[in-house]
C-alpha cells in the first residue's frame, strides 16, 4: 500500500466526510487510505466518534451477508490503513491514532482534525457571536461543504443517521447565515443563496420566511409578497398545508405596508424585523 505526501503523525493527520471520504496529511497532502472497504472503516470508526467499534460490529456493518474470513479482512484493512496513517510508526508500536482496544478499534483523531466535527463546533460558535461576527464564521463553515456527508457510502445503513443530522445542520447553517446577514444590514447578501435554498428545500417554512424578510428589508416589498405568495402555493401543493403562523403574520405586515405605504419602511420596518426574527427563532429547535 503505497501513501502520498510526507510522513504523517497522528495528531496531524486530517479527515473530511463532508463529501466524499478523505484523509490528509499534516502539510495539506493527500494520505491514499486503500480502497473503498478501507475508506469505509476509517468512515465507520469516525461516525463512532471516538468509541469503540467492536470487529464483530464491523463485518456486519460492512456486509449483508459477510462472506467467509469477513473478520480477518477487517483486520487486514485495519492493519493498512495503520501504515498509511502513521508510515513512520515503529513495529509493535501501538498506535495511538487508531487503537486496539479488547475486540474492537478506536479511531482518535485531535478534535478539530475532522471537517464534520469542526463544522458543527462553528456554528455553535456562532450562534454566540454578534450578526456581523456570525455571519463569515458560518460562511466559512459552510465552505467546508464538499457535499452529502458520507457521500461514497449513500446507502450504508451505519451512515444513515449521521447523513441525516449533518444535512439538518448544515441547512440550519445556511438559514443562521442568511438570519445574520439580514441582522447585520446586509440582506441583499442573502436574497440569492436563500432564493437558492427554497427552491432546492420547499418544505422549510424558516428560509420562505427569510427570504420575504430579505427581500422586504432591501425595499423589494412586490417581490416579498411574491414569495410569500410563492410559498403558500408550494406547502400547498406538496404537503398540503397551509403556512405556519410566521409566514402569514409576514404576509398580513408585507399588505399591510402596501396599503399604508408611510406607516413603516420597508428597508427600515423594525416591527416586521422583530416579528420575522422572533418568528425564525422560535422555530428553530435548541441544540444539546
Known amino acids: 500500500m503505497t501513501t502520498t505526501g510526507s510522513p504523517v503523525s497522528g495528531a496531524a493527520v486530517g479527515f473530511g466526510v463532508l463529501g466524499p471520504v478523505e484523509c490528509r496529511d499534516g502539510a495539506g497532502l493527500p494520505v491514499r487510505l486503500g480502497g473503498p472497504r478501507h475508506r469505509e472503516v476509517v468512515a465507520r470508526l469516525l461516525v463512532a466518534r471516538r468509541r469503540v467499534v467492536p470487529v464483530d460490529r464491523l463485518v456486519a456493518d460492512l456486509w449483508e451477508e ?14 493498512e490503513v495503520r501504515r498509511a496513517l502513521e508510515p513512520g510508526r ?4 501501538p498506535s495511538r491514532l487508531l487503537a486496539t482496544e479488547g475486540l474492537g478499534y478506536v479511531l482518535r483523531p485531535a478534535p478539530g482534525a475532522v471537517d464534520a466535527w469542526h463544522f458543527e463546533a462553528e456554528v455553535a460558535r456562532a450562534a454566540g457571536l454578534a450578526p456581523a ?15 452529502p456527508a458520507y457521500a461514497d457510502f449513500p446507502g450504508a445503513r451505519w451512515a444513515h443517521a449521521e447523513r441525516a443530522r449533518l444535512a439538518e445542520l448544515r441547512l440550519h447553517a445556511v438559514e443562521r447565515r442568511a438570519d445574520a446577514l439580514i441582522r447585520s444590514g446586509a440582506p441583499r447578501e442573502a436574497v440569492w443563496d436563500l432564493d437558492a435554498h427554497v427552491a432546492e428545500h420547499p418544505w422549510r417554512e424558516d428560509g420562505w420566511h427569510l427570504l420575504a424578510t430579505a427581500l422586504l428589508r432591501s425595499g423589494r416589498q412586490g417581490d416579498a409578497l411574491g414569495v410569500l405568495r410563492r410559498a403558500r402555493r408550494v406547502l400547498a401543493d406538496q404537503l398540503g398545508a397551509d403556512p405556519g ?11 399591510r405596508q402596501a396599503d399604508h405605504p408611510d406607516e413603516a419602511a420597508p428597508a427600515t420596518g423594525d416591527e416586521v424585523w422583530s416579528s420575522a426574527a422572533a418568528a425564525y427563532e422560535g422555530s428553530v429547535p435548541a441544540r444539546s
Do not use: H
Not at 90 to 93: I, K, M, Q, S, Y
Not at 245 to 255: D, I, M, N, S, T
Open 245 to 255: 403562523p410566521g409566514l402569514a403574520r409576514l404576509e398580513r405586515e408585507v399588505l
Open 133 to 147: 461576527d456570525a455571519a463569515p464564521v458560518l460562511d466559512a463553515a459552510l465552505a467546508t461543504c464538499r457535499g
Open 66 to 79: 459477510p462472506p467467509p474470513g469477513a473478520t480477518g479482512a477487517v483486520r487486514t484493512f485495519v492493519a
Open 90 to 93: 515503529r513495529p509493535r508500536t
